[in-house]
């Protein structure tokens, strides 16, 4: 059983060790390693589209994943002075934005968004008859605001699992020394779900900077490194993916040990 | 008192305000979109146009080998991951040293959060030409074909989905009550049927849990196979990029998305049920 464990452990990191190992390779091609060199994350990083998609992803994830967190942990908050048939509801919307497929969010959105530009722009230029109207499209907004949905479920379900197992004495240990709410809030509750929301927006960045088919619906003309790279795949492998492969995947793995720290910090004393 | 009430109130709308807004206009209203869709026409220059038909899911089957091809690799991508996911759960839960269990767990975690499409290039470079092919070449093997088949996919979806499974596993055989284990032993029950009766029976309810959620992610894999399948094994995620992006036949692409939607719902529910019958079974087996 050990060896076979072994086995998958193998399987799940050599293709990524490879990846890694051959982003440094002299040569352009994958079948020989010819020698140690930097030279093609030099071109990846000189590549000012890859950039831009670079800029793009970083930009997208770091909003979408914010605003999943404030939402996200007002909600769970908020759940936790509801009644048992709300939360239900709540509870089944959550799930479903967390296991509905991507695919399917991103053509929903696409198709709800379309129609409602539809509607507001003619509407947004009748009300700049001679100016330039403003006009509503895809792009950093639908790309944020659809992995957002997804993120908030994430962050609302992480911190409610947190706020659950809240120590209820204290809160009412502080209550009874007379503390406002918002003090016993400031000082027993938020301490005590920091974890949680920090490491729900950790998930939210990383999922939002790593997703591509949500995005490939709804990002209208933007591009992010996502949809950069698949088009890079597609168009034929160049060996600049393998060194921007190699930065998104050590970025990642950096994220999710924080997250997964942050996670198992215990309560703090006093 | 009473403002008391109304203020309690008003802080639980604000605080629920912003999710509820976010839900209805980015979960709820794109869904009704995309059902209002579904029975409308197709618009002669592409999009849509208002109508009351069944037309489009009458036409379904023009689409049956992407469904097909759906129907068949998911569950037999779930089936794979779980034989694979199993004992590697069990090792983790039941027999992995104490101090090496959260550095493994944590290992079999960080694949999963990070880029599906960077760990499945890793696959299109290792099956492609130049990987194992080239090294079966060098050993006498010409004219390997490994990229670009069902096989490919599969190994892909395992690859992908394998965290997934192996952490409600663990979860369910690490909350399994070890006393229950040595019971069955010294009540003389053969180490197989101990596993067969006891530890299998109650880790049930994890293998469901990660069954249906691989097998509901895979309904609408897009990724793996378009990237290791070219364009040979095609998914019902393909057909939608296929009919939202390229043909812009919107209506018929919103009639796919709805049946997927129902499909996922109908694996949740039979697994819901089957979860629920074999807890309950296992209710009554203990007392």
Request: hydrophobic share 55%.
């Given at each position: 059983?050990?060896?076979?464990?072994?086995?998958?452990?193998?399987?799940?990191?050599l293709?990524?060790?490879?990846?890694?190992?051959?982003?440094?390779?002299?040569?352009?091609?994958?079948?020989e390693?010819?020698?140690?060199?930097?030279?093609w994350?030099g071109k990846a990083?000189?590549n000012?589209?890859?950039?831009?998609?670079l800029?793009?992803?970083l930009?997208i994830a770091t909003?979408?994943?914010?605003l999943?967190?404030?939402?996200?942990?007002?909600?769970?908050?908020?759940?936790?002075?509801?009644?048992?048939?709300?939360r239900?509801?709540?509870?089944?919307l959550?799930?479903?934005?967390?296991?509905?497929?991507g695919v399917v969010?991103?053509?929903s959105?696409?198709?709800?968004?379309v129609q409602?530009?539809?509607?507001?722009?003619?509407?947004?230029?009748?009300?700049?008859?001679?100016?330039q109207?403003?006009?509503?499209?895809?792009?950093?907004?639908?790309i944020i605001?659809?992995?957002?949905?997804?993120?908030?479920?994430?962050?609302?379900m992480?911190?409610?699992?947190?706020?659950g197992?809240?120590?209820?004495n204290?809160?009412?240990?502080?209550?009874?020394l007379?503390?406002?709410?918002?003090?016993?809030?400031?000082?027993?509750v938020?301490?005590?779900?920091?974890?949680?929301?920090?490491?729900g927006?950790l998930?939210?960045?990383?999922f939002?900077?790593?997703d591509?088919?949500v995005?490939f619906?709804?990002?209208?003309a933007?591009t992010?490194?996502?949809?950069?790279?698949?088009?890079?795949?597609?168009?034929g492998?160049t060996?600049?993916?393998?060194?921007?492969?190699?930065?998104?995947?050590?970025?990642?793995?950096l994220?999710v040990?924080?997250?997964q720290?942050?996670?198992?910090?215990?309560?703090?004393?006093? | 008192?009473?403002?008391?009430?109304l203020?309690?109130?008003l802080?639980?709308?604000?605080?629920l305000g912003?999710?509820?807004a976010?839900?209805?206009?980015?979960?709820?209203?794109?869904?009704v979109?995309i059902?209002?869709?579904s029975?409308?026409?197709?618009a002669p220059?592409g999009?849509?146009?208002?109508?009351?038909?069944?037309?489009?899911?009458?036409n379904?089957?023009a689409?049956a080998t992407?469904f097909?091809?759906t129907?068949?690799?998911?569950?037999?991508g779930?089936?794979?991951?779980l034989?694979?996911?199993?004992?590697?759960a069990?090792?983790l839960?039941l027999?992995?040293p104490?101090?090496?269990?959260?550095?493994?767990?944590?290992l079999?975690?960080?694949?999963?959060?990070?880029s599906?499409l960077?760990?499945?290039?890793?696959?299109m470079?290792?099956l492609?030409?130049?990987?194992i092919?080239a090294?079966?070449a060098?050993?006498?093997?010409d004219?390997v074909?490994?990229?670009?088949?069902?096989g490919?996919v599969?190994?892909?979806i395992?690859?992908?989905?394998l965290p997934?499974?192996?952490l409600?596993?663990?979860?369910s055989l690490?909350?399994?009550?070890?006393?229950?284990?040595?019971?069955?032993?010294d009540?003389g029950?053969t180490?197989?049927?101990t596993?067969?009766?006891?530890t299998?029976?109650?880790?049930l309810p994890?293998?469901?849990?990660g069954?249906?959620?691989?097998?509901?992610?895979?309904?609408?894999?897009?990724?793996?196979?378009?990237?290791?399948g070219?364009?040979?094994?095609?998914?019902?995620?393909?057909?939608?990029?296929?009919?939202?992006?390229?043909?812009?036949?919107?209506?018929?692409g919103?009639?796919i998305?709805?049946?997927?939607?129902?499909v996922s719902?109908?694996?949740?529910?039979?697994?819901?049920?089957?979860?629920?019958?074999?807890?309950?079974a296992r209710r009554?087996?203990?007392?």
């Open positions: 059983m050990r060896a076979f464990v072994v086995a998958v452990f193998a399987f799940l990191y293709p990524i060790a490879l990846v890694v190992l051959f982003s440094f390779n002299a040569g352009r091609h994958a079948s390693f010819t020698g140690f060199s930097v030279q994350y990083l000189s000012p589209f890859l950039i831009e998609a800029k793009n992803s930009f909003t979408s994943a914010l999943a967190a404030l939402c996200g942990t007002a909600a769970a908050l908020g759940l936790a002075r509801v009644g048992a048939r709300t239900a509801i709540f509870d089944a959550l799930g479903a934005a967390i296991v509905v497929p969010i991103g053509i959105t696409l198709v709800a968004l409602l530009f539809g509607v507001v722009n003619p509407f947004l230029a009748s009300l700049w008859p001679n100016d109207p403003p006009r509503l499209a895809l792009g950093y907004g639908s605001a659809a992995h957002g949905l997804f993120s908030m479920a994430l962050v609302a992480i911190v409610g699992t947190r706020l197992s809240l120590d209820r204290l809160v009412e240990a502080s209550s009874d007379y503390a406002t709410p918002l003090t016993t809030f400031r000082s027993i938020l301490p005590q779900i920091m974890p949680a929301v920090i490491a927006f998930l939210a960045f990383t939002s900077f790593d591509f088919i995005a619906f709804v990002a209208g933007q992010t490194l996502p949809i950069y790279v698949f088009a890079s795949i597609r168009r492998v060996p600049e993916i393998k060194a921007i492969a190699t930065i998104v995947l050590v970025a990642s793995v994220l040990v924080l997250a720290w942050q996670l198992r910090q215990r309560k703090p004393s006093n | 008192m009473r403002r008391n009430v203020r309690h109130n802080l639980t709308a604000l605080l912003p999710a509820t976010w839900l209805v206009v980015f979960l709820v209203l794109p869904f979109a059902a209002v869709f029975v409308g026409e197709r220059e999009g849509y146009q208002a109508a009351f038909t069944l037309t489009q899911y009458a379904l089957p689409r992407a097909w091809n129907m068949v690799l998911a569950p037999a779930a089936l794979a991951c034989l694979v996911a199993y004992p590697v069990y090792y839960a027999r992995a104490e101090r090496w269990r959260l550095i493994l767990l944590a079999v975690v960080i694949p999963f959060w990070t599906l960077m760990r499945t290039y890793a696959w470079y290792v492609g030409g130049r990987g092919p090294l079966l060098y050993v006498g093997f004219d074909r490994l990229i670009n088949t069902p490919a599969l190994l892909g395992v690859y992908g989905y997934l499974m192996i409600p596993i663990y979860v690490e909350r399994l009550d070890r006393r229950l284990l040595e019971a069955s032993a009540l029950a180490p197989i049927s596993f067969l009766g006891v299998l029976r109650l880790s994890g293998v469901m849990t069954f249906s959620l691989v097998m509901i992610l895979l309904l609408g894999e897009y990724l793996i196979p378009t990237l290791l070219g364009g040979k094994v095609f998914f019902i995620g393909n057909a939608l990029v296929d009919l939202f992006l390229q043909s812009r036949n919107w209506p018929f919103s009639a998305a709805i049946t997927l939607v129902l719902v109908v694996v949740l529910l039979v697994a819901n049920r089957i979860s629920t019958r074999l807890s309950g009554v087996d203990l007392i």
